[in-house]
């Protein structure tokens, strides 16, 4: 007994039929699949996009590392001062001085494009191009950036709708001390970093660093209240104000961070103009990761600390 034509046309059908088609459990395998290699994906990209910013911040910490160089070139081989600005405002003395109000990243306008005139660098922060405020930035606007590392996503103050421009780095004033017994009237003036670099009015000369290579100049201090030119974050007297609920950086505790960077870390420059990405523990000596006066190895240029 033959197969018909229409037989056999209809067998070969249903044949290609279910050549072509997938069991439902075929198409979430090939779903689960097609997940897990887009979630590699973006984990890498990620990882990858993380990785770029952290070396602009490096970038960012070499140019301004230039700028200060420049700086000591024409100030007989000394560092920019912290600057001072929160003593007794009500203070005469204090609020007349032709420095107050003016901090490091104020001194080093002249070298990174700014050029900011004394009223301006006396302001105690700069806003992003408002008309509205003696601080504002209309030159110069493009260079500000450098400031900023691109992975601090802490967002700056607001004052009636005019934002501050970010700064992520502060100088190292690692054990700040007093030549005076003045009093807090006069302790801004007469401060100093015995082992750090530079405090208030007072900073070192290069040729006072010991240990180029093991001291560092700027650590990074991602916080709400840190912006160019202002009061407060432009030094950073020990190692554990980075990350230190308590202290300067509960803005990042309540992202859920211990670190700007991939594997909690923060980049540094050091004196030599090299930039490291470190653990803060890594830092200090160990142990004393919260001192102002004996967190020493890498806050202090002294040589075998």
Same mark, same amino acid.
């Given at each position: ?49 993380? *990785? ?7 970038? @960012?910490?070499?140019?301004?590392? @230039? ?14 001062? +912290? ?16 420095? !107050? ?22 302001? =105690?922060?700069?806003y992003i191009n408002s008309p509205k405020k003696r601080? @504002? ?5 493009? %260079? ?7 992975? #601090?996503?802490?967002? $700056? ?8 421009? %970010? ?11 007093? #030549? ?12 100093y970093a015995a082992k750090g670099v530079t405090s ?6 290069? !040729?006072?660093?010991? #240990? ?13 209240? *840190?912006?160019?030119?202002?009061? *407060? ?10 990350? #230190? ?16 960077? =991939? ?28 001192? !102002? ?7 202090? $240029?002294? +040589?075998?600390?």
């Amino acid at each position: 007994m033959g197969i018909s034509d229409m037989d056999m046309k209809e067998h070969n059908t249903k044949k290609g039929r279910s050549k072509q088609s997938f069991s439902l459990i075929e198409l979430l395998i090939v779903i689960a699949v097609f997940t897990i290699l887009m979630s590699m994906i973006n984990s890498s990209m990620n990882s990858m996009m993380a *990785n770029a910013r952290s070396i602009g911040c490096q970038s @960012n910490l070499k140019t301004i590392y @230039n700028f200060a160089m420049l700086y000591t070139e024409d100030n007989a081989s000394k560092y920019p001062y +912290a600057g001072f600005t929160k003593a007794s405002k009500s203070s005469p003395k204090i609020t007349s001085h032709e420095s !107050y109000g003016i901090v490091w990243d104020d001194l080093l306008s002249v070298y990174d494009g700014r050029n900011l005139d004394l009223v301006r660098m006396q302001e =105690t922060g700069l806003y992003i191009n408002s008309p509205k405020k003696r601080g @504002n930035m209309t030159e110069g606007i493009s %260079v500000v950036s450098v400031y900023t590392c691109p992975e #601090d996503d802490i967002l $700056r103050r607001e004052y009636g709708g005019d934002k501050r421009l %970010v700064r992520s780095y502060s100088v190292n004033s690692h054990d700040i001390r007093s #030549d005076t017994a003045s009093g807090f009237e006069q302790y801004e003036f007469d401060q100093y970093a015995a082992k750090g670099v530079t405090s208030g009015l007072h900073s070192v000369y290069t !040729y006072e660093i010991e #240990d180029a290579r093991m001291s560092i100049f700027l650590a990074e201090s991602p916080w709400r209240l *840190n912006e160019l030119g202002g009061a *407060n974050g432009h030094h950073v007297s020990a190692p554990h104000l980075s990350v #230190d609920p308590s202290q300067s950086n509960e803005d990042l505790h309540e992202l859920g961070r211990f670190g700007l960077h =991939t594997g909690e870390t923060f980049n540094y420059l050091f004196n030599d103009g090299h930039t490291s990405n470190l653990l803060v523990v890594e830092t200090a000596v160990s142990g004393k990761e919260t001192s !102002y006066r004996n967190a020493d190895a890498m806050w202090s $240029r002294q +040589a075998g600390d």
